[in-house]
Nanobody
Framework: QVQLVESGGGLVQAGGSLRLSCAASGRTSSRDVIGWFRQAPGKERELVARTRWSLGSVYYADSVKGRFTISRDNAKNTVYLQMNTLKSEDTAVYYC???????????WGQGTQVTVSS
């Protein structure tokens, strides 16, 4: 089992910044892929950014490229999502997830709300 706990969400004005954190615990060694998803009201959940604990390769959705940065601290089993130049369309519940491969997101956090006011 793997537990993921997100933190760092909140209310911010457009153009502002937030940093989300996701602390992982449990049997994390078999879950190499970790990333951030988001789901806005009435919309499907989408992958925002992902990385790997082992290789550090990253992926970003086009909508956040140049504004969001995913990073990890292997010693702390924590992944971060630095969000800059936030827009109202970034408003969503953000979830941290992890899995063994790019197509298997087996464990999810409880989500943290990000609200960007225009």
């Amino acid at each position: 089992q793997v537990q993921l706990v997100e933190s760092g969400g909140g209310l911010v004005q457009a153009g502002g910044s937030l940093r989300l954190s996701c602390a992982a615990s449990g049997r994390t060694s078999s879950r190499d892929v970790i990333g951030w998803f988001r789901q806005a009201p009435g919309k499907e959940r989408e992958l925002v950014a992902r990385t790997r604990w082992s290789l550090g390769s990253v992926y970003y959705a086009d909508s956040v490229k140049g504004r969001f940065t995913i990073s990890r601290d292997n010693a702390k089993n924590t992944v971060y999502l630095q969000m800059n130049t936030l827009k109202s369309e970034d408003t969503a519940v953000y979830y941290c997830a992890t899995g063994a491969t790019l197509s298997s997101w087996n464990y999810w956090g409880q989500g943290t709300q990000v609200t960007v006011s225009s």
